[in-house]
């Protein structure tokens, strides 16, 4: 990957994880009015980990299945090389020997 696609999906991920943990943190805020705990402190904490959480779960699961969906790769320009390839493999050393050869990548 380029440099500018990993900045667009850095990005991406970034905005996601703040809109979901901006959501998140009003549920934490309205379950802890109801328990009737008001620490400060306890609500930053649990923020700050559903922010961790929530970037690191997007993270893994774009880098290991979303950036493959096709509606992603509009955005981010990278290519989907999975699958069955097939093509020759050249020995310049002996004389151009071509040797046919199968590839799969998942």
Same mark, same amino acid.
């Given at each position: 990957?380029? =440099? &500018? ?7 991406? +991920? ?7 943990? #901006?959501?998140?943190?009003? +549920? @934490?805020? #309205? @379950?802890?009015?109801?328990?009737n705990?008001?620490? #400060? /402190?306890? +609500? ?15 993270h /893994?699961?774009f880098?290991?299945? +979303? !950036?493959? !969906? =096709?509606?992603?790769?509009?955005? #981010? %320009? &990278?290519?989907?090389?999975?699958? =069955? ?6 020995? %310049?050393?002996d004389?151009?020997?071509? =040797?046919?050869?199968?590839? @799969?990548?998942?």
């Open positions: 990957m380029n =440099k &500018q696609n990993n900045n667009n999906i850095l990005t991406f +991920l970034i905005i996601v994880s703040a809109i979901i943990t #901006f959501f998140a943190s009003y +549920l @934490i805020d #309205f @379950i802890l009015k109801i328990l705990i008001n620490e #400060f /402190w306890t +609500l930053t904490i649990l923020i700050l980990f559903c922010l961790i959480s929530v970037y690191n779960i997007l /893994w699961g880098e290991n299945h +979303l !950036w493959k !969906w =096709k509606i992603f790769k509009y955005f #981010f %320009k &990278q290519p989907n090389l999975n699958g =069955k390839w097939v093509g020759k493999a050249i020995n %310049k050393k004389g151009y020997n071509e =040797k046919d050869v199968t590839v @799969i990548i998942k």
